[in-house]
């Protein structure tokens, strides 16, 4: 068992006191899952006063003294130290309205969403395990502690962070919790957009995000309805074999699991079909427009889930464009000064992982988009033009010669794509002739 310095001394403290210390939730299911731990939460019998009192020395703050909760630095690490307790209801489905202290680190267990979470785990490698959580992580199990009802009716977020486990660790939800999940699903509008946001990021980037997707679609249409057409329609188009929510769940696992930008673009990619479909006399199923008003669509619902401005324009940028056909360098040029290079090669890798969801035979198109990617690495390494900035006239070149006004920004346009499109040469003497031969026009 490895328990860093820093919470080693946490819980020797607490232990020199007197008191009883554990590890609890997700880092003792890491640990036994032999994950990398992020965050690590104590729970200890001691109340909050006297958990004060063992930090007398250090950093403290009180971080929520009501519910039993302190926060202590320990070399540059923030704890949080809890005191076992009993929750009382939950009216506002969030929070308790009052916590009962307890010295019974079972009671305090029992409150926790899954078994998988209700383990505590001491300095030595002592476990407290009273709902069979070690046995849950080993069978891949995803279980509520008691009655998934009362769990979800507590906190209906945990109906999004059943599904979040299922997909992020690769287990199953357990037969009970799943229908309650299913059924109890309408409570979810209930949660603040940013409670949602971040489980669905985690969702997304998940091992067993196809399976989860698929099973639980139910959950992902009560937080974001737009989705709803998008189950089980067939696409009727001889690039696809599957319907444009299965199409979707498998580009999203496409993607690499550390990319949630490209994750998420995937997520919202097709979103605009079926407003979008149209089938023509032979029964063919045409979608165009859907890049742009999927685009639209998953701005206006990113905006809603409160996602930053950035993170909004990068993505609606990405999916308005993940249609666009680049059959030259030029092209490449043309994209990478729309995007920037970091989403042109984002762009790149979303049509790639587009293509990996369809019928087999459009994967032999990802072979010429590797092309575009090198010959994108090219353009960069040459340091090609690719915007006004790079052109070798300025604006006061053009003021010389005549211009003025929008005339400028419209003839930099002009030799912008007359340089992109490889029709003029970046050169200086060049530019300027054809900008005073324009300017004579």
Excluded at 158 to 177: E, H, K, N, P, Y
Excluded at 412 to 436: F, I, P, T
Aim: charge should be negative; include cysteine.
């Amino acid at each position: 068992m490895n328990i860093d310095k820093n919470t080693d001394t946490i819980l020797s403290e607490l232990e020199k006191h007197g008191f009883e210390a554990y590890m609890v939730g997700g880092c003792v299911r890491d640990e036994i899952m032999g994950r990398k731990c992020h965050d690590t939460d104590i729970t200890t019998n001691a109340l909050p006063q006297q958990i004060l009192e063992v930090f007398s020395s250090y950093k403290v703050i009180p971080t929520g003294l009501k519910h039993g909760t302190v926060t202590v630095l320990c070399g540059g690490t923030p704890f949080e130290i809890t005191t076992y307790r009993i929750d009382g209801e939950y009216t506002d489905h969030r929070r308790p309205d009052n916590v009962e202290f307890t010295s019974d680190i079972t009671a305090d267990l029992s409150r926790r969403d899954f078994t998988v979470n209700a383990i505590a785990m001491d300095r030595h490698g002592n476990t407290v395990d009273p709902f069979g959580g070690k046995a849950d992580i080993q069978n891949g199990i995803i279980r509520c502690v008691g009655e998934p009802e009362k769990r979800f009716n507590e906190d209906a977020l945990r109906i999004m962070r059943a599904v979040r486990f299922a997909s992020q660790l690769g287990f199953s939800i357990d037969g009970a919790t799943s229908s309650a999940v299913h059924s109890m699903r309408g409570d979810l509008k209930n949660i603040s957009r940013e409670r949602i946001r971040e489980e669905l990021d985690k969702l997304i980037c998940g091992v067993n995000c196809i399976d989860v997707l698929l099973e639980y679609s139910d959950i992902i249409t009560a937080v974001i309805p737009e989705f709803e057409p998008s189950i089980g329609l067939d696409q009727r188009s001889p690039y696809h074999r599957y319907t444009v929510w299965e199409h979707t769940v498998r580009a999203i696992a496409a993607a690499p699991p550390d990319n949630v930008l490209l994750r998420r673009a995937m997520l919202f990619h097709d979103i605009g079909k079926p407003s979008c479909m149209k089938l023509d006399e032979n029964g063919r199923g045409h979608f165009k427009q859907h890049d742009r008003v999927g685009s639209e669509m998953a701005s206006a619902i990113m905006q809603e889930l409160r996602y930053d401005s950035k993170t909004v324009s990068n993505t609606a940028l990405l999916i308005a464009n993940h249609s666009k056909k680049l059959r030259s360098r030029s092209d490449a040029k043309r994209m990478m000064s729309k995007l920037g290079d970091e989403l042109f090669f984002e762009l790149m890798e979303m049509k790639k992982c587009d293509n990996s969801a369809k019928n087999e035979f459009v994967l032999k198109e990802n072979i010429y988009f590797d092309r575009i990617i090198k010959a994108a690495h090219e353009i960069i390494d040459n340091d090609e033009c690719r915007s006004i900035r790079g052109l070798a006239v300025n604006g006061s070149d053009l003021v010389q010669l005549g211009l003025k006004g929008a005339e400028i920004g419209e003839t930099q346009q002009e030799l912008l794509e007359l340089v992109m499109g490889e029709l003029l040469s970046n050169d200086r003497d060049e530019l300027l002739r054809y900008a005073e031969q324009r300017c004579r026009t």
